[in-house]
């Protein structure tokens, strides 16, 4: 499978796991345990678009969030976890690298407030990382919004949120490959 582009819907549940897994990635960010969660739902589910294969992993990962076991906490948390923190120097994924393109520019003071947040964030939510719809942004509106989820303190609205940027950031990925 290229790297670069998704092959039809259809094709899916004939792929090896390994371009399922890579297809995760591509919509994602590369997670094992993700990879782990939803490379069965792929495999065995017929979906009619990638709008509802990842709907359907929000579904996923909703349950895991709403789950009250704490093995289920932590493998959503190291899912989450995978998405790089805002601004940060070091992004993995090309698709984050684009995303967060305007985030890692600008005043080196506007820089060290975005990772003073990330900070602040990571440990008010433990085991949370600030996920959001970077694209097409700005800083201060989306440092705003960290703010305002920061003094909100609702782990659980927190988590939906998350998942919801995420499905947001791969709906978004998914139509531009």
Known sequence: MPSDKLPPISNLPSLPSSDLAAILDLLFEPSVPLHTLSVNLLREQTFSSYDDLIASIGVQLMDLAESTSTSDTQWLESILGAHPRLGEKKIDSAQSKEEQAQLSSGQEKEKE????????YEQTFPGLRYVVFVNGRD????????????QRKDISLERAEAIQAMC??????ARKL
């Open 139 to 150: 800083r201060p509106t989306i440092m705003d919004e960290m703010q305002a989820r920061i």
């Open 168 to 173: 947001q950031i791969a709906a978004d990925r």
């Open 113 to 120: 407030e975005l990772s003073e947040m990330n900070t602040l």
